[in-house]
């Protein structure tokens, strides 16, 4: 008779498990359904984006329903998984989309303007700081289907918050 | 009263259901149809009779992969096509970054960048892949198929092949 009492003891503990687990699972899928379909935090640091974004680092929020609809235009701040390391993902601007011409200026490759056209399917991407910035004047222009979110909020550091500059 | 919470029960599981179905179709594992004969005779092998072609093959694509980017030579992979980020194709994967690729019909040798590779399809004469747009971001691949599930007499792992002719340098 013992027995029975622990087995329902234990039917009682399995049972809370089971419950704590379904909402553990349940809060991890709901994360990563926002994460993944709506907002997401980034933290960006490097020169490549002065003086929009610093060097040290900001954390901006990136949504990602612009770019599922097709809604990132030029000028918006985007964050792209990168053409050389896909491990890694680069914030930059859109500076064409496809079909521009683009005409861009290269310090590090001497004073001539170049130009390029963009292909269909793909973005031009800048970093505002041109001195200091591997973008597509050096790798080309990126297929869309790179564009992971566009930035549309700054959180970190606290004395800037707000809607990242132009 | 009964039948309100019942409908509200049902809802709760069924929103349950869907969130995890769609969390783990994006993280680990799941099913896709696979449309067009560029993959042929591995996906949707053209047959000379029509019996047997009512339906697409279903395979199953695993994005374990996606968290470190390691692919081999004759993995079969689904990416975001470089033309239309809308569309998703499936084909194999001939070379990997940083190797140089001989391509066949243009007697050419091309180094694949770093970060991208070199896509074909099994079809060589059916298929819009690398020939057309060059080596893609590994960025764009959304997984890999590992097995075909559906039609049943054709079930099992996707076998690669082995390429005669391709060196790696």
Redesign the interface.
Same mark, same amino acid.
């Given at each position: 008779m013992k027995v029975m009492s622990y087995m329902a003891q234990w039917r009682g503990i399995a049972k809370e498990a089971m419950d704590r687990t379904a909402i553990a699972v349940k809060f991890l899928c709901c994360l990563h359904i926002t994460d993944a379909y709506f907002c997401s935090p980034t933290h960006i640091y490097g020169p490549s984006m002065l003086p929009t974004f610093n060097m040290v680092g900001d954390i901006v929020l990136a949504e990602h329903v612009s770019q599922r609809l097709g809604k990132v235009r030029h000028g918006d701040l985007v964050v792209v998984r990168s053409p050389s390391d896909p491990k890694k993902s680069i914030t930059k601007r859109i500076m064409g989309m496809e079909g521009d011409t683009v005409t861009y200026f290269d310090p590090m490759l001497g004073d001539a303007t170049r130009v390029a056209v963009v292909p269909k399917g793909h973005v031009w991407i800048q970093g505002d700081n041109i001195f200091a910035s591997r973008d597509s004047r050096h790798f080309g222009p990126v297929p869309y289907g790179l564009i992971q979110g566009k930035v549309f909020f700054r959180v970190w550091p606290l004395d800037c918050i707000g809607v990242p500059g132009q | 009263m009964g039948s309100s919470s019942f409908l509200w029960n049902f809802t709760k599981k069924f929103v349950?259901f869907g #969130? +995890?179905t769609?969390?783990v179709s994006?993280?680990y594992v799941t099913v896709v149809p696979v449309r067009g004969g560029s993959m042929s005779p591995t996906l949707n092998p053209k047959t000379s009779s029509s019996a047997g072609n009512f339906s697409d093959d279903y395979v199953l694509v695993e994005k374990i992969c996606l968290d470190?980017?390691k692919f081999s030579h004759g993995d079969v992979v689904v990416?975001?096509?470089? #033309?239309? $980020?809308?569309e998703r194709h499936i084909k194999r994967i001939v070379a990997l970054p940083g190797e140089w690729f001989g391509s066949r019909q243009n007697y050419d040798v091309l180094k694949v960048?770093?970060? $991208?590779c070199w896509i074909e399809g099994d079809n060589a004469a059916a298929s819009m892949d690398s020939k057309s747009f060059g080596p +893609?971001? #590994?960025? #764009? +691949?959304r997984g890999r198929v590992t097995h075909v599930v559906w039609p049943p007499h054709r079930m099992g792992a996707i076998q690669s092949p082995p390429r005669e002719g391709l060196s790696s340098l």
């Open positions: - | 349950t #969130l +995890i769609v969390t994006d993280r470190k980017y990416f975001s096509s470089p #033309l239309n $980020h809308k960048p770093e970060g $991208h +893609i971001p #590994l960025g #764009l +691949i």
